[in-house]
C-alpha cells in the first residue's frame, strides 16, 4: 500500500504540527497504522497507534499531546501534535500492516517517506 505523507515543519515549543498520511483502497479501515520518529543518531522510536478498529495508544511522553485519527474515507490519516518540546524534534514516518498490540517497526511492512519535525526551545 503506497502511502504519501504530508505537514511537519518547524514551530517553537509550545506550538502545534499535524502529519497527514494517505493510502488508497480504505487501507486503513483495515489495518492498524502507527507513527514512529527517529531522532539523529537515535533508534526509531513508536509514537502513536491506530487500531483499524479505532483504539488508538500513544507512548507515554505523547500522551494528552499527541492524537491520531483517521477521516470518514477511511484513507488519511493524521497526527495533530500539540503543546510540542524541543525533544518531540525528530523525523516522523507513518507506517502500516503491523500489530497494534506490540508496535514494534520491524512489524509494520507499509512506509511513508518521512516527515520533519523541528521544534525549537
Known amino acids: 500500500v503506497p502511502m504519501i505523507q504530508s505537514g511537519g515543519g518547524s514551530v517553537q515549543a509550545g506550538g502545534s504540527l499535524r502529519l497527514s498520511c494517505e493510502a488508497s483502497?480504505?487501507?486503513?479501515?483495515?489495518?492498524?497504522v502507527a507513527w514512529f520518529r527517529q531522532a539523529p543518531g537515535k533508534e526509531r522510536e513508536f509514537v502513536s497507534a491506530?487500531?483499524?478498529?479505532?483504539?488508538?495508544r500513544h507512548r507515554d511522553s505523547v500522551k494528552g499531546r499527541f492524537t491520531v485519527s483517521r477521516d470518514s474515507t477511511d484513507n488519511m490519516v493524521y497526527l495533530q501534535m500539540d503543546n510540542l518540546s524541543p525533544e518531540d524534534t525528530a523525523l516522523y514516518y507513518c507506517a502500516a500492516g503491523g500489530n497494534f498490540a506490540v508496535p514494534n517497526p520491524r512489524t509494520f511492512t507499509f512506509w511513508g517517506q518521512g516527515s520533519q519535525v523541528t521544534v525549537s526551545s
Open positions: 491506530l487500531n483499524w478498529d479505532g483504539r488508538t
Open positions: 483502497g480504505r487501507a486503513f479501515s483495515r489495518y492498524t
